[in-house]
């Protein structure tokens, strides 16, 4: 199940960019989704308010750099007419063959998935 955790006060509406000013990929969301993985399986997914993010000492990543890191190419269309067949909506470049890529490398990284 997903939790979805709101932030305390309204700011969030006060400094938000006009929509026309939003930039793909460089205007951050104000919550962020998390999902915690204990004892050999992964907990509910929460979207909580943006936060910085803890990390032991003691993490793999760390000490021997077990990581695995697969990233997603996306695109707006351009199209302001529409006469082309262009929406101006995102769209993501085969996800499917991305969460494909990326659980063969956790596989090989002996990571859960």
Known sequence: ???????????RY???????????????SDHMLTVEYNNG???D???????????SPAASSLHY????????????????DNHD???GKIRLFRPDRNFKRL????????MPG
């Not at 006060?14 to 951050?28: A, Q, S, V, Y």
């Not at 077990?66 to 302001?80: H, I, N, P, T, V």
């Open 41 to 43: 399986k992964w907990n």
């Open 65 to 80: 750099g077990l990581q695995c890191f697969e990233g997603m190419k996306a695109y707006k269309d351009s199209s302001s």
């Open 103 to 110: 659980q063969k490398s956790m596989e090989r990284l002996q």
């Open 1 to 11: 199940s997903l939790h979805i955790e709101e932030g305390e006060t309204d700011e």
């Open 14 to 28: 006060i400094n938000r960019p006009p929509k026309e000013e939003l930039t793909f990929g460089t205007t951050m």
């Open 45 to 55: 997914a929460r979207i909580v308010p943006y936060q910085n993010l803890s990390l």
């Open 85 to 87: 067949g262009k929406d």
